[in-house]
């Protein structure tokens, strides 16, 4: 199994401001996604990664795969309340998800 | 419903009680994987169908937990005498093509007392 770290565990923000998590491995990955979830729900997913040092936007939201494709990283631009959940990135053969950030943003 | 539909929603049993617990994937979609997970945690991968047969059961943590897909549509998956450690939401998921976006249900919430 392909492990997958996240950092920060949880974020906590201010409507208005940025944040960026972390998705790490020692592993090299084909592919990488990002999934959202709020509370209740399945995850979602937001976004697909495939080429090293691709980067993806969707909206206010960044997604980066690393050159050597064993990292990721989620910017989120101009936080809202609406971003608040749990992001997971996901990889390999069974899709092994990370342990997720919970985002938190106050208005 | 066009999404994938689990049931039960919750499910509330006593220790050494055998549950089950059903996933109706989208029609169409051949993969279908089975994760668990506990509050604030990512999904822990179970098992993974592809068509009928279980392409990697590799995360059923014991023989308690089994899991079928007969006719390569509906899925159950079975915990034989349920422990207080087995008490998570149990996500299904469905693909069409393996490792290709995965469209979750709601969950099962299972709480063994």
């Known amino acids: 199994t392909q492990l997958l770290e996240q950092s920060p565990q949880f974020l906590s923000i201010q409507e208005g401001e940025n944040l960026t998590v972390y998705c790490n491995s020692s592993?090299?990955?084909?592919?990488l996604q990002w999934y959202r979830q709020e509370p209740g729900e399945g995850p979602v997913l937001l976004v697909t990664?495939?080429?090293?040092?691709e980067v993806k936007k969707l909206k206010r939201l960044t997604f980066q795969f690393g050159d050597a494709r064993k990292d990721s990283s989620l910017h989120i631009t101009a936080a809202q309340p609406g971003d608040t959940g749990l992001y997971l990135c996901?990889?390999?053969?069974?899709?092994?998800f990370g342990a997720g950030t919970t985002v938190t943003v106050r208005a | 419903g066009a999404g994938v539909s689990q049931t039960p929603s919750n499910k509330v049993t006593e220790k050494g009680k055998y549950v089950e617990l059903r996933c109706d994937p989208i029609?169409?979609?051949?993969?279908l994987y089975w994760y668990r997970q506990s509050l604030g945690q990512g999904p822990e991968f179970l098992i993974y169908?592809?068509?009928?047969?279980?392409?990697?059961d590799s995360g059923l943590p014991n023989d308690r937990f089994f899991a079928v897909r007969p006719e390569g549509s509906v899925s159950t998956l079975k915990i034989q005498r349920t422990e207080r450690g087995d008490s998570a939401v149990y996500l299904c998921?469905?693909?069409?093509?393996?490792?290709?976006?995965?469209?979750f249900g709601e969950g099962s919430r299972l709480t063994v007392l």
């Open positions: 996901a990889g390999g053969s069974e899709l092994s």
């Open positions: 592993s090299v990955f084909s592919s």
């Open positions: 029609s169409g979609h051949t993969a």
């Open positions: 990664v495939v080429t090293g040092g």
């Open positions: 169908f592809q068509g009928t047969g279980a392409a990697d």
């Open positions: 998921a469905s693909s069409y093509l393996n490792t290709g976006e995965l469209f």
